[in-house]
């Protein structure tokens, strides 16, 4: 009876009280009631998550470097990088948007890849992370807010249009953020809070002296 709490599932969405199941890998459970996803077993998830968040660390330090796009105009180039464009919306008196920017495309998608990295990598080290309950639910609120995706889009927008009067030059930043948007989403395809809990108990049960 001891081990019952530790075989049972809520449903997020319904609440249902249900008991785990064994999956193949690469297999999902769904509520018998609602039919929401339950839980899914993901294939080495620990490893490719923390493979995925590190190097969209790396593009997402590029991406905020170097400029996003350069304008030519009668021989003279201008480029822009992504702080240079949150800070000329703040001095055109387009603060919201400006804050909404910095928000959405730079302080929160910081906040999600370096948590998972600072929960992941110890797990990976067998060790684990101070504070990993807070970790935990900063991803849970930060995750549908980081919006790099949405940016992108509008940028590419703001391309078709420029290209009309002036000659306009991606930049490296373009490039980066086009495949940060693909490893963001590979990172949350393949991070599992499931497999972050059952490692952090298999690593502190090793630690309990006996």
Known sequence: MADLPAQLIACHDCDLLQREIALKPGCTASCSRCGAVLYRNATDSINRTLAYALAAAVLFVIANLFPILSIEMQGDRAGITLC?????????????VSVVVLITTIILPAIELGSIAYLLLPLKLGRVPACCTLFMRTLQYVQPWSMVEVFLLGVLVSLVKLTQNFKVIPGVAMWSFGLLTLLIAAVASTFSTRDVWARLDQIRRRQVPR
């Open 84 to 96: 240079g464009a949150v800070r000329s919306l703040w001095d055109q008196q387009f603060k919201a």
